[in-house]
């Protein structure tokens, strides 16, 4: 394995039932294109995975066997399952265990919540293509439904202050809202946008709901052509929410000493 070390990645559960892919050559299609900020290439990449299915190498075990444990690679201190494409590539990786095939949608639910990538190939000249377990997340979740990325992430340059004031007066009425921040996102693909954290004392379904539509109301008086979004922070798995739990301080606080609520009207 290339930069890889054996490993013991578990295995989710009995073997899905292996379904053929909607086009079984166009992860290998795919993964040519591939290069270096190429994201156009990658995010082709991403939706053949999504709709196909791939070779794991199980590093124990047979699959759905209690031992079944996935092979382990660690590259640059992140650690990646490996894979094959191709009933082909599983003979030319000289891959002499058991193997288990599944769905991309399939893998990218299991890995992406132990936060594990997906290496396809690593075999080939080259070392193969490498999947972050963030990107994993975006299948699992749907490619349409998250940003792009790498993600550039800092603080709001735009200059949007009836929305901030609306928010800020209105977050007062909505009792499950501790905390509000705020981050300028820039995806590799598509328009920045401005997002939201909603930091929530209660994350149930009717709590989420109340919180985003704040902000949904709040944004009609954004200016012309500004894009906003919103993040649950209690979301760990997302790089936003993640970089906002890190870097961004509150612009509303229930729980600051000295917080008023504002009248409501």
């Not at 003979?91 to 399939?106: K, T």
């Not at 000249?125 to 990325?149: F, H, N, S």
């Not at 603080?155 to 928010?167: C, K, N, T």
């Amino acid at each position: 394995m290339n930069g890889g070390a054996a490993g013991g990645v578990p295995g989710w559960g009995p073997p899905p039932a292996a379904r053929p892919a909607a086009d079984p050559g166009a992860i290998e299609r795919a993964l040519r294109e591939v290069a270096p900020e190429r994201w156009e290439a990658y995010e082709g990449l991403l939706r053949a995975l999504a709709d196909g299915q791939v070779w794991m190498l199980l590093w124990h075990g047979t699959p759905g066997s209690p031992d079944a444990q996935y092979g382990n690679m660690d590259i640059g201190g992140h650690g990646y399952a490996p894979a094959v494409t191709s009933p082909e590539q599983l003979a030319a990786s000289g891959w002499a265990r058991a193997h288990e095939v599944i769905s991309g949608q399939e893998i990218a639910h299991a890995l992406h919540r132990a936060r594990w990538g997906l290496w396809l190939n690593p075999h080939v000249p080259g070392g193969g293509v490498g999947v972050p377990w963030a990107d994993l997340r975006r299948i699992a979740a749907g490619l349409d439904r998250l940003p792009a990325g790498p993600l550039q992430l800092g603080e709001p340059q735009v200059q949007a202050p009836q929305f901030y004031a609306v928010l800020e007066q209105q977050a007062a009425e909505v009792r499950p809202l501790r905390s509000l921040r705020r981050a300028w996102v820039r995806p590799a693909l598509g328009e920045p946008y401005l997002a939201i954290g909603l930091d929530l004392y209660d994350t149930s379904p009717p709590a989420v709901e109340a919180a985003r539509a704040l902000v949904q109301r709040a944004a009609t008086h954004a200016p012309e052509g500004l894009a906003v979004s919103t993040v649950l922070m209690a979301d760990e798995y997302d790089p936003v929410a993640m970089w906002l739990r890190a870097c961004a301080r509150p612009f509303f606080d229930r729980d600051q000493p000295g917080w008023q609520s504002y009248p409501t009207r």
